[in-house]
Antibody, heavy 113, light 111 residues
Framework: EVQLVQSGAEVKKPGATVKISCKVS????????IHWVQQAPGKGLEWMGL????????KYAEKFQGRVTITADTSRDTAYMELSSLRSEDTAIYFC??????WGQGTLVTVSS | DVVMTQSPLSLPVTLGQPASISCRSS???????????LNWFQQRPGQSPRRLIY???NRDSGVPDRFSGSGSGTDFTLKISRVEAEDVGIYYC????????FGQGTKVEIK
């Protein structure tokens, strides 16, 4: 059974950096891209970017370019999403997903002073 | 960037009646391999998105057959043949041909 398990909720101050993990199981980690998606409270889904675990190559959405870093650790079957220079508008649930079918449970990030 | 436009954004439906959601893309979603990577998701409150349909018209395992997808090129439709109470939620189309882009979402509620 494919599972993506994300790290727990975070509370951060404006200007800080958050790093969320996504541990996968049930398939070969390097076979599929890992995507990250943001969902602000009461809002829709917004794609942030992806990593190819096989070679570490990344692609980022223009909106997040320069602030987001997505990585993959094949020794841990885990992907990470780091978002820097946090502001209140970054308060959201962040999902990892693979193959578009399998999604993590989501991680709530709250940015507040 | 590809823009996905859904309509309507709110869809009140009567139990047992059909429902239909439209999704249009700003450019063709036909990939170089000949496939069209247009998916439909359901999201219930407090849950992760659940994929219902992939590559325009293929139902995921466990998805009731009252859900169906159709379309081609830039115009796509999700239909629910007879709405049930458990279908309440927000539905998103998503293109996976040019990286990922989601539609704005359509809120389905019972009248």
């Amino acid at each position: 059974e494919v599972q993506l398990v994300q790290s727990g909720a975070e509370v951060k101050k404006p200007g800080a950096t958050v790093k969320i993990s996504c541990k996968v199981s049930g398939y070969t980690f390097s076979d599929y891209y890992i995507h990250w998606v943001q969902q602000a409270p009461g809002k829709g889904l917004e794609w942030m970017g992806l990593v190819d675990p096989e070679d570490g190559e990344t692609k980022y959405a223009e909106k997040f370019q320069g602030r987001v870093t997505i990585t993959a650790d094949t020794s841990r079957d885990t992907a990470y999403m780091e978002l820097s220079s946090l502001r209140s508008e970054d308060t959201a649930i962040y999902f990892c997903a693979t193959g578009s079918k399998y999604w993590g449970q989501g991680t709530l990030v709250t940015v507040s002073s | 960037d590809v823009v996905m436009t859904q309509s309507p954004l709110s869809l009140p439906v009567t139990l047992g009646q059909p429902a239909s959601i439209s999704c249009r893309s700003s450019q063709s979603l036909v990939y170089s391999d000949g496939n069209t990577y247009l998916n439909w998701f359901q999201q219930r409150p407090g849950q992760s998105p659940r994929r219902l349909i992939y590559k325009v018209s293929n139902r995921d395992s466990g998805v009731p057959d009252r859900f169906s997808g159709s379309g081609s090129g830039t115009d796509f439709t999700l239909k629910i043949s007879r709405v049930e109470a458990e279908d309440v939620g927000i539905y998103y189309c998503m293109q996976g041909t040019h990286w990922w882009t989601f539609g704005q979402g359509t809120k389905v509620e019972i009248k």
